[in-house]
C-alpha cells in the first residue's frame, strides 16, 4: 500500500546534470518530510538532503551544497532532487525515505535527526547514478 518510487537515474559524465524523482502513494504526503540517501559501493548509506514543505525546512549535506536541490510537489505527492556539476564521487544508488512529522517537536530538531537513516518510516528500491569521467 505505502509505495516510494525513484526514477531518473542514468548515466552522465562528469560536470552534466540529473534530476531524480520520489513519487510517494499509500500515506498522507504532508505529514511527512522526505530525505535522499545514496550508497555507493563499500561505502555507508549517506544523507544527501531533507525537506519538509509543511513545516518549511531543506537541509544539505556538506559534499552536496550549492550543486543539489531538493523541492516538492505536493499536487503530484513528489519530491526531486536536482543534481548539477556531477562528480564521479556522486556515483551511488540513491534512496528516498519518508519520516512522519510529529506536531508537537520543534522542527529545529530535524536538524540533528535527519541525516540518520534509521529515523525514516519508509524506504524506495533506489535508483542508480553513475558519472563517468
Known amino acids: 500500500e505505502v509505495q516510494l518510487v525513484e526514477s531518473g537515474g542514468g548515466l552522465v559524465q562528469a560536470g552534466g546534470s540529473l534530476r531524480l524523482s520520489c513519487a510517494a502513494s499509500g500515506f498522507t504526503f504532508d505529514d511527512y518530510a522526505i530525505g535522499w540517501f545514496r550508497q555507493a559501493p563499500g561505502k555507508e548509506r549517506e544523507g544527501v538532503s531533507f525537506?519538509?514543505?509543511?513545516?518549511?525546512?531543506?537541509y544539505y549535506a556538506d559534499s552536496v551544497k550549492d550543486r543539489f536541490t531538493t523541492s516538492s510537489d505536493n499536487s503530484k505527492n513528489t519530491v526531486y532532487l536536482q543534481m548539477n556539476s556531477l562528480k564521479p564521487a556522486d556515483t551511488a544508488v540513491y534512496y528516498c525515505a519518508a519520516r512522519e512529522l510529529a506536531p508537537a517537536v520543534d522542527p529545529t530538531q530535524y536538524g540533528s535527526i535527519w541525516p540518520n537513516r534509521y529515523e525514516y518510516d519508509y524506504w524506495g528500491q533506489g535508483t542508480q547514478v553513475t558519472v563517468s569521467s
Open positions: 525537506i519538509s514543505s509543511s513545516v518549511g525546512i531543506t
